[in-house]
């Protein structure tokens, strides 16, 4: 079980931005900029283009409306969207607000953010919902 299976059956906290039948969306805690968001399917795939069709398909259109709420919620350019996989052996999909290309640097440091920081985050992105 990895760990975003754990956190998707409430074995550990999130701090969770949606979730249906498929997926589920939590911000990241060690996040690359504030609002940083992670989408995981519940179904526990290593490799995210060994995701199942159905999921694939469901996946952005899951996404759609939290991507959309992080850009209005943060003072950004857009949100983008990267998948890198190697962290964490289960398929996921890095929503970040960005302003430029270099936002979406994971080799760059992370930025800590406190209890509260998170959860003003999660309300930011909540309330665009």
Same mark, same amino acid.
């Given at each position: 079980?990895?760990?975003?299976?754990?956190?998707?059956?409430?074995?550990?906290? #999130?701090?969770?931005i949606a979730e249906n039948d498929q997926f589920?969306?939590?911000?990241?805690?060690?996040?690359? +900029?504030?609002?940083?968001?992670?989408?995981?399917?519940?179904?526990?795939?290593? $490799?995210?283009?060994? %995701?199942?069709?159905?999921?694939?398909?469901?996946?952005?259109?899951?996404? $759609?409306?939290?991507?959309?709420?992080?850009?209005?919620?943060?003072?950004?350019? +857009?949100?983008?969207?990267?998948?890198?996989?190697?962290?964490?052996?289960?398929?996921?999909?890095?929503?970040?607000?960005?302003?430029?290309?270099?936002?979406?640097?994971?080799?760059?440091? $992370?930025?800590?953010?406190?209890?509260?920081?998170?959860?003003?985050?999660?309300?930011? %992105?909540? #309330?665009?919902?």
């Amino acid at each position: 079980m990895t760990i975003f299976s754990k956190i998707i059956a409430g074995e550990i906290p #999130s701090y969770k931005i949606a979730e249906n039948d498929q997926f589920y969306a939590f911000l990241d805690i060690f996040p690359i +900029r504030e609002g940083h968001t992670l989408v995981v399917p519940k179904l526990e795939v290593d $490799k995210f283009f060994d %995701i199942p069709d159905d999921y694939m398909a469901n996946l952005l259109l899951f996404a $759609k409306p939290i991507a959309h709420a992080i850009e209005k919620a943060f003072d950004c350019n +857009r949100c983008g969207l990267s998948v890198i996989g190697l962290e964490v052996p289960h398929a996921h999909l890095h929503l970040v607000p960005i302003d430029g290309m270099d936002d979406l640097n994971f080799t760059k440091g $992370k930025i800590k953010l406190s209890p509260q920081e998170l959860k003003e985050a999660q309300q930011k %992105i909540l #309330s665009h919902l």
